[in-house]
Protein backbone atom coordinates (compact mmCIF):
# COMPACT_ATOMS: atom_id res chain seq x y z
CA UNK A 1 0.00 0.00 0.00
CA UNK A 2 0.90 3.99 -0.31
CA UNK A 3 1.79 3.72 3.39
CA UNK A 4 2.06 1.71 6.61
CA UNK A 5 -1.23 0.46 8.05
CA UNK A 6 -1.92 -0.70 11.58
CA UNK A 7 -4.41 -2.01 13.17
CA UNK A 8 -6.60 -2.00 15.19
CA UNK A 9 -6.45 2.26 15.91
CA UNK A 10 -7.62 1.64 19.62
CA UNK A 11 -7.92 -0.99 21.84
CA UNK A 12 -9.35 -1.48 25.01
CA UNK A 13 -8.63 -4.39 26.49
CA UNK A 14 -9.80 -5.76 30.59
CA UNK A 15 -6.02 -6.31 32.15
CA UNK A 16 -5.01 -10.26 32.21
CA UNK A 17 -6.46 -10.88 28.49
CA UNK A 18 -4.18 -11.46 25.58
CA UNK A 19 -4.58 -8.50 22.59
CA UNK A 20 -2.75 -9.08 19.20
CA UNK A 21 -1.76 -5.99 16.59
CA UNK A 22 -1.79 -6.00 13.40
CA UNK A 23 1.61 -4.02 11.21
CA UNK A 24 1.29 -3.84 6.89
CA UNK A 25 4.40 -2.29 5.88
CA UNK A 26 4.83 -0.50 3.04
CA UNK A 27 5.19 -2.94 -0.31
CA UNK A 28 8.99 -4.13 -0.70
CA UNK A 29 9.97 -2.87 2.58
CA UNK A 30 12.64 -5.33 4.04
CA UNK A 31 12.85 -3.59 7.55
CA UNK A 32 10.07 -3.63 9.87
CA UNK A 33 10.24 -1.73 13.30
CA UNK A 34 7.95 -1.35 16.41
CA UNK A 35 8.01 0.82 18.69
CA UNK A 36 6.28 1.68 22.29
CA UNK A 37 5.09 5.12 22.81
CA UNK A 38 4.11 5.83 26.62
CA UNK A 39 2.57 8.66 27.91
CA UNK A 40 4.75 11.33 28.57
CA UNK A 41 7.83 8.72 27.29
CA UNK A 42 9.53 9.21 24.29
CA UNK A 43 9.83 6.15 21.54
CA UNK A 44 11.48 2.59 23.20
CA UNK A 45 12.33 0.04 20.36
CA UNK A 46 10.95 -3.40 20.75
CA UNK A 47 11.59 -5.23 17.79
CA UNK A 48 13.00 -5.33 14.59
CA UNK A 49 12.74 -7.42 11.38
CA UNK A 50 14.73 -8.06 8.53
CA UNK A 51 12.41 -10.45 6.22
CA UNK A 52 10.69 -13.02 8.10
CA UNK A 53 13.60 -13.04 11.00
CA UNK A 54 13.76 -11.09 13.62
CA UNK A 55 18.27 -9.96 14.85
CA UNK A 56 16.98 -7.68 17.56
CA UNK A 57 14.34 -8.24 20.11
CA UNK A 58 16.53 -6.90 22.29
CA UNK A 59 13.41 -3.77 23.35
CA UNK A 60 10.75 -6.64 23.77
CA UNK A 61 9.60 -5.28 27.44
CA UNK A 62 9.11 -8.94 29.13
CA UNK A 63 8.04 -12.69 28.02
CA UNK A 64 4.82 -11.65 27.24
CA UNK A 65 5.75 -9.44 24.55
CA UNK A 66 5.68 -11.51 20.91
CA UNK A 67 6.33 -10.81 17.74
CA UNK A 68 6.61 -12.75 14.12
CA UNK A 69 6.41 -11.11 10.58
CA UNK A 70 5.05 -13.82 7.65
CA UNK A 71 5.95 -13.65 3.98
CA UNK A 72 8.49 -10.89 4.52
CA UNK A 73 5.24 -8.33 4.89
CA UNK A 74 2.56 -8.18 7.56
CA UNK A 75 3.43 -8.27 11.39
CA UNK A 76 1.73 -9.35 14.79
CA UNK A 77 2.97 -8.00 17.99
CA UNK A 78 0.98 -10.41 20.72
CA UNK A 79 0.64 -8.94 24.31
CA UNK A 80 -0.58 -11.83 26.86
CA UNK A 81 -1.83 -12.06 30.21
CA UNK A 82 -2.04 -7.60 29.61
CA UNK A 83 -1.27 -5.63 32.61
CA UNK A 84 -1.81 -1.47 33.07
CA UNK A 85 1.44 -0.52 31.95
CA UNK A 86 0.91 -1.85 28.73
CA UNK A 87 -1.03 0.88 27.89
CA UNK A 88 0.53 2.97 25.18
CA UNK A 89 0.34 3.68 21.97
CA UNK A 90 2.10 1.22 19.59
CA UNK A 91 4.14 2.51 16.26
CA UNK A 92 5.34 0.43 13.73
CA UNK A 93 7.57 1.36 10.62
CA UNK A 94 8.98 -0.13 7.29
CA UNK A 95 12.18 0.63 5.67
CA UNK A 96 13.76 0.01 2.62
CA UNK A 97 17.13 -1.24 3.08
CA UNK A 98 20.07 -2.07 -0.54
CA UNK A 99 23.51 -2.20 0.80
CA UNK A 100 25.10 0.74 2.83
CA UNK A 101 22.44 2.94 1.47
CA UNK A 102 20.15 4.70 4.38
CA UNK A 103 16.45 5.22 3.62
CA UNK A 104 13.74 6.59 5.85
CA UNK A 105 11.26 4.86 8.06
CA UNK A 106 8.46 5.22 7.29
CA UNK A 107 5.57 5.16 10.52
CA UNK A 108 2.11 4.01 10.56
CA UNK A 109 -0.44 5.87 12.82
CA UNK A 110 -0.15 3.52 15.85
CA UNK A 111 -2.33 1.10 17.16
CA UNK A 112 -3.49 3.01 21.17
CA UNK A 113 -3.85 -0.36 23.87
CA UNK A 114 -5.66 1.07 26.92
CA UNK A 115 -5.92 -1.60 29.38
CA UNK A 116 -8.06 -0.89 32.58
CA UNK B 1 25.23 2.55 24.15
CA UNK B 2 23.76 5.13 21.95
CA UNK B 3 21.45 7.50 23.25
CA UNK B 4 19.67 10.68 22.28
CA UNK B 5 19.49 14.03 24.90
CA UNK B 6 17.09 16.11 24.19
CA UNK B 7 15.53 19.68 25.89
CA UNK B 8 12.78 18.89 28.25
CA UNK B 9 9.38 20.91 27.36
CA UNK B 10 7.01 21.62 27.09
CA UNK B 11 8.19 24.64 25.34
CA UNK B 12 5.46 27.30 24.71
CA UNK B 13 6.20 30.28 22.00
CA UNK B 14 4.65 33.23 20.86
CA UNK B 15 3.95 32.90 17.09
CA UNK B 16 7.10 34.49 15.22
CA UNK B 17 9.61 34.20 18.30
CA UNK B 18 12.83 31.96 17.26
CA UNK B 19 12.80 28.21 18.28
CA UNK B 20 15.63 26.28 19.89
CA UNK B 21 15.27 22.57 20.79
CA UNK B 22 18.40 21.18 22.03
CA UNK B 23 19.54 17.84 21.29
CA UNK B 24 22.84 16.00 22.43
CA UNK B 25 24.06 12.73 21.77
CA UNK B 26 26.31 9.79 22.38
CA UNK B 27 26.93 7.24 20.15
CA UNK B 28 29.75 4.81 19.38
CA UNK B 29 31.21 6.02 15.35
CA UNK B 30 29.54 8.21 13.84
CA UNK B 31 25.12 7.65 13.36
CA UNK B 32 23.23 9.76 11.15
CA UNK B 33 20.86 12.24 12.83
CA UNK B 34 16.98 12.71 12.79
CA UNK B 35 14.29 14.81 13.59
CA UNK B 36 11.00 13.58 13.59
CA UNK B 37 7.54 15.73 14.25
CA UNK B 38 4.16 14.50 15.29
CA UNK B 39 1.66 16.98 14.79
CA UNK B 40 -1.26 16.46 16.79
CA UNK B 41 -3.59 13.15 15.76
CA UNK B 42 -0.98 12.44 13.49
CA UNK B 43 1.43 10.04 12.89
CA UNK B 44 5.45 10.77 13.51
CA UNK B 45 7.05 12.48 9.98
CA UNK B 46 10.44 12.64 8.87
CA UNK B 47 11.60 16.39 9.52
CA UNK B 48 15.17 16.83 8.91
CA UNK B 49 18.76 14.66 8.47
CA UNK B 50 22.31 14.84 8.31
CA UNK B 51 24.28 12.17 7.34
CA UNK B 52 27.83 13.37 8.40
CA UNK B 53 29.47 16.20 10.64
CA UNK B 54 29.13 19.76 9.80
CA UNK B 55 25.89 18.80 6.74
CA UNK B 56 23.25 20.83 7.75
CA UNK B 57 19.52 19.54 7.41
CA UNK B 58 16.90 21.58 6.77
CA UNK B 59 13.20 21.71 5.58
CA UNK B 60 9.79 23.99 6.23
CA UNK B 61 11.86 26.57 7.79
CA UNK B 62 13.44 24.38 10.23
CA UNK B 63 17.87 23.92 10.75
CA UNK B 64 19.87 21.56 12.43
CA UNK B 65 23.77 21.34 12.16
CA UNK B 66 25.61 17.97 13.07
CA UNK B 67 28.32 19.06 15.58
CA UNK B 68 30.48 16.25 15.65
CA UNK B 69 32.69 18.45 18.13
CA UNK B 70 29.90 19.23 20.61
CA UNK B 71 27.71 15.45 19.85
CA UNK B 72 24.95 18.19 18.97
CA UNK B 73 21.98 18.75 16.65
CA UNK B 74 20.08 21.43 17.76
CA UNK B 75 17.06 22.20 15.59
CA UNK B 76 16.11 26.13 15.25
CA UNK B 77 13.73 27.82 13.63
CA UNK B 78 13.75 31.68 13.24
CA UNK B 79 10.16 32.65 12.73
CA UNK B 80 7.52 30.16 14.38
CA UNK B 81 3.73 29.64 13.51
CA UNK B 82 0.78 28.19 15.34
CA UNK B 83 1.37 25.29 12.81
CA UNK B 84 4.53 24.78 14.32
CA UNK B 85 2.50 23.36 17.51
CA UNK B 86 3.87 19.19 17.72
CA UNK B 87 6.09 17.30 19.41
CA UNK B 88 9.60 17.17 18.29
CA UNK B 89 11.89 13.89 18.50
CA UNK B 90 15.79 14.15 17.77
CA UNK B 91 16.80 10.39 16.89
CA UNK B 92 20.43 8.49 16.01
CA UNK B 93 20.52 6.22 13.57
CA UNK B 94 23.72 3.68 11.88
CA UNK B 95 23.83 3.32 8.00
CA UNK B 96 25.33 -0.25 8.37
CA UNK B 97 22.33 -2.32 7.31
CA UNK B 98 18.98 -1.89 8.72
CA UNK B 99 20.23 -0.35 11.99
CA UNK B 100 17.03 0.98 14.67
CA UNK B 101 16.48 4.71 15.28
CA UNK B 102 17.51 5.53 18.44
CA UNK B 103 15.08 8.53 19.96
CA UNK B 104 15.30 10.78 22.57
CA UNK B 105 12.18 11.39 24.70
CA UNK B 106 10.66 14.20 22.63
CA UNK B 107 9.55 18.03 23.04
CA UNK B 108 6.16 19.88 22.84
CA UNK B 109 5.91 22.58 21.16
CA UNK B 110 2.86 25.33 21.46
CA UNK B 111 3.01 27.98 19.61
CA UNK B 112 0.50 30.65 20.57
CA UNK B 113 -0.90 33.13 18.42
Known amino acids: GAGVSQSPSNKVTEKGKDVELRCDPI?????LYWYRQSLGQGLEFLIY????????KSGLPSDRFSAERTGGSVSTLTIQRTQQEDSAVYLC??????????????FGSGTRLTVV | GNSVTQMEGPVTLSEEAFLTINCTYT??????LFWYVQYPGEGLQLLLK?????DKGSNKGFEATYRKETTSFHLEKGSVQVSDSAVYFC????????????FGQGTRLTINP
Open chain 1, 93 to 106: ASSLVLGRNLYGYT
Open chain 1, 27 to 31: SGHTA
Open chain 1, 49 to 56: FQGNSAPD
Open chain 2, 27 to 32: ATGYPS
Open chain 2, 50 to 54: ATKAD
Open chain 2, 91 to 102: ALRFIQGAQKLV
